[in-house]
């Protein structure tokens, strides 16, 4: 697949290891089954992809599984070799694959809750010229976030395992209010499988 200037992505963050949902690793929470029947992980990457023209999934290179799954699925699943190194290291492998984008919604496969409506409604804000755009629910802001390529080059600076967070302290942000819990809500416990 190639990804034209022209194009928004949509990177899915799917390379984490989850210990804080099971301490062994033994159980991957990302393939682990909602209340509706679906799995974690395809759930958040059905959601990107019925909005975002590419899709593209970051797994590590240990979760054979999870990267099987999503190319059954017909996703495109790379591998980030330097998935353990944190966050940042999974999403600037996802940027380096589709470095030709025209912007990223960037979102984390742990977030299955996150609703269409809203990915839509990052879109179209970065699509009339934000730069950075962030969903608010009732005065706080959540996931998924959006950036225009403008910060790429900041983008691929990043490391550990706060994600883009500081960009979003540093530059100008567009908050964007949804009515979606969704975008406070991971699995971070086998609990929060029927959380909503």
Same mark, same amino acid.
């Given at each position: 697949?190639?990804?034209?200037?022209?194009?928004?992505?949509?990177?899915?963050?799917?390379?984490? #290891?989850?210990?804080?949902?099971?301490?062994?690793?033994? %159980?991957?929470?990302?393939?682990?089954?909602?209340?509706?029947?679906?799995?974690?992980?395809?759930?958040?990457?059905?959601?990107?992809?019925?909005?975002? %023209?590419?899709?593209?999934?970051?797994?590590?290179?240990?979760?054979?599984?999870?990267?099987?799954?999503?190319?059954?699925?017909?996703?495109?699943?790379?591998?980030?070799?330097?998935?353990?190194?944190?966050?940042?290291?999974?999403?600037?492998?996802?940027? #380096?694959?589709?470095?030709?984008?025209?912007?990223? +919604?960037?979102?984390?496969?742990?977030?299955?809750?996150?609703?269409?409506?809203?990915?839509?409604?990052?879109? #179209?804000?970065?699509?009339?010229?934000?730069? +950075?755009?962030?969903?608010?629910?009732?005065?706080?802001?959540?996931?998924?976030?959006?950036?225009?390529?403008?910060?790429?080059? %900041?983008?691929?600076?990043?490391?550990?395992?706060?994600?883009?967070?500081?960009?979003?302290?540093?530059?100008?942000?567009? %908050?964007?209010?949804?009515?979606?819990?969704? +975008?406070?809500?991971? +699995?971070?416990?086998?609990?929060?499988?029927?959380?909503?």
């Amino acid at each position: 697949m190639t990804f034209s200037p022209a194009s928004w992505t949509g990177i899915l963050l799917a390379a984490g #290891r989850g210990r804080r949902f099971d301490s062994q690793g033994v %159980e991957d929470k990302l393939q682990q089954t909602l209340p509706d029947g679906h799995q974690v992980a395809l759930t958040s990457a059905q959601h990107l992809s019925s909005v975002m %023209e590419h899709v593209v999934v970051v797994v590590r290179p240990d979760n054979q599984a999870l990267y099987q799954q999503f190319q059954r699925q017909l996703y495109e699943a790379v591998i980030c070799p330097d998935a353990d190194q944190g966050m940042a290291a999974s999403l600037t492998c996802g940027l #380096r694959h589709t470095a030709c984008s025209k912007g990223w +919604i960037i979102a984390l496969a742990d977030m299955p809750f996150v609703k269409s409506a809203t990915i839509q409604a990052l879109l #179209r804000e970065l699509e009339k010229g934000a730069d +950075i755009v962030v969903p608010v629910f009732k005065g706080q802001r959540g996931n998924p976030v959006g950036f225009s390529r403008k910060y790429l080059p %900041e983008l691929l600076t990043l490391s550990g395992d706060r994600g883009a967070r500081g960009l979003l302290q540093q530059f100008p942000v567009l %908050e964007v209010p949804v009515d979606d819990a969704g +975008i406070l809500q991971d +699995i971070d416990l086998p609990t929060d499988l029927s959380a909503q």
